[in-house]
Each structure stands twice: as structure tokens, then as C-alpha cells.
């Protein structure tokens, strides 16, 4: 009978290569999400994997990853709630503009209408002197 020969399995080959394609995987996830951000695209875990061709599932299994991409969804719900909120502080304040340009053009009619009264009483001064020295009137 043959002995049986005991054969060491050579697994660094294998081991080197998901190495590999881990880092790789985690590269172009952390590429994607940078692209998203530099675009001002929602950052999400469903536009991370389209992006950088990796699933969903590994992207939330990848603790650092998944952190990185919870806060920047944060983020953006924080900084559109601000936006928000400064564009009601804005038509506030336009509101307030109006207002005021509106009182100013309120202050401004009431003099005019002030002005020609006064310029109608001076033409009948000046109309009545001119009558009492006999100057033709034009």
C-alpha cells in the first residue's frame, strides 16, 4: 500500500487575494462617497453601492463606512432643515421691506398730495394778483 502523503495547503494566494479585493472594494467605496460630496449628491447607502459597485449589505457590515455615510446623511438633513429655515428668515424679512418701502410710499403720496394742494392755492394768489393789476393771464 501507498502511504498517504499529507499535503500543507498553500492559502496565501487566496488569503492575498480577498485581501486585495477588500481593500479594493473599500477604496472605491471611499472614492464614491467623495464623489458624491465633491457633486452635492445625497450621500445614502444605496448611491455609495451604485456608485462604487459594491453592495449594500457590505457598506452596512463595514463599521467605519457606515459611520462615515450615517453622518454625512445627517449632515445634509441638518444643513437642509438650516437652508430651510433661512429662507423662511428671508421671506420674513422681505416682508418686513415691503412693509416698510410700503409706509414710505404712503408717507410720500400724502406729501405730493400735501405739495399740489399748496401749488394749487399759490396759482390762485398768483392768478388773483395778476387780475388786480390787469396782466392778461395767458
Not at 487566496?14 to 458624491?36: D, G, P
Not at 456608485?51 to 449589505?57: E, I, L, N, Y
Not at 441638518?78 to 416682508?95: C, E, V, Y
Request: proline share 1%.
Amino acid at each position: 500500500m501507498t502511504a498517504r502523503r499529507e499535503w500543507t495547503r498553500n492559502t496565501a494566494g487566496l488569503l492575498a487575494r480577498a485581501t486585495s479585493k477588500a481593500m479594493n472594494a473599500r477604496r472605491r467605496a471611499e472614492l464614491a462617497i467623495e464623489e458624491l460630496v465633491v457633486e452635492q449628491r445625497p450621500v445614502s447607502f444605496s448611491a455609495v453601492a451604485q456608485c462604487a459597485g459594491v453592495s449594500k449589505t457590505y457598506l452596512y457590515n463595514d463599521a467605519a463606512l457606515r459611520k462615515r455615510i450615517e453622518g454625512l446623511r445627517e449632515q445634509r438633513h441638518l444643513r437642509s432643515a438650516h437652508q430651510r429655515q433661512i429662507r423662511i428668515q428671508t421671506d420674513a424679512s422681505l416682508k418686513v421691506v415691503i412693509a416698510a418701502k410700503e409706509r414710505q410710499l404712503a408717507l410720500l403720496r400724502a406729501r405730493v398730495n400735501q405739495l399740489e394742494r399748496e401749488l394749487a392755492v399759490a396759482r390762485g394768489q398768483l392768478y388773483a394778483g395778476m387780475a388786480a393789476f390787469g396782466t392778461p393771464i395767458a
